[in-house]
């Protein structure tokens, strides 16, 4: 079954920049897409990037909320997928988890990560 670990969060300024990535172990042609998910206090989790996984074209897709500002990002030989931020806003604030899915687009889940902790604060 699939492991995943997050890292890169931390403290930052309005605009500024984090870069958080996610690496993937276990049975990894058990899914087809990686992908971010954030869930600040009182909000419901919501889906933020997602990138395909084994196919030699990247497909990408965004939440309105982060585009133009974030970057999604694989390294398939690593497993390893990132998530560049850029123009933090106090609205991005909050829990991000990566997670696996059997499908391209992200919309099936197999595993999750556990979280890593954004916070944007001057």
């Known amino acids: 079954q699939v492991q995943l670990q997050a890292c890169g969060g931390g403290l930052v300024q309005p605009g500024g920049s984090l870069r958080l990535s996610c690496v993937a172990s276990?049975?990894?042609?058990?899914?087809?897409?990686m992908g971010w998910w954030r869930q600040a206090p009182g909000k419901e989790r919501e889906r933020v990037s997602c990138?395909?996984?084994?196919?030699?074209?990247?497909?990408?897709n965004y939440a309105d909320s982060v585009k133009g500002r974030f970057t999604i990002s694989r390294d398939n030989a690593k497993n390893t997928v990132y998530l560049q931020m850029n123009s933090l806003k106090s609205e991005d604030v909050g829990v991000y988890y990566c997670?696996?899915?059997?499908?391209?687009?992200?919309?099936?889940?197999?595993?999750w990560g556990q979280g890593t902790l954004v916070t944007v604060s001057s």
């Open positions: 276990g049975f990894t042609l058990d899914y087809s897409g």
């Open positions: 990138i395909s996984i084994g196919y030699s074209d990247v497909r990408t």
């Open positions: 997670a696996a899915t059997i499908d391209s687009q992200c919309r099936v889940v197999r595993g």
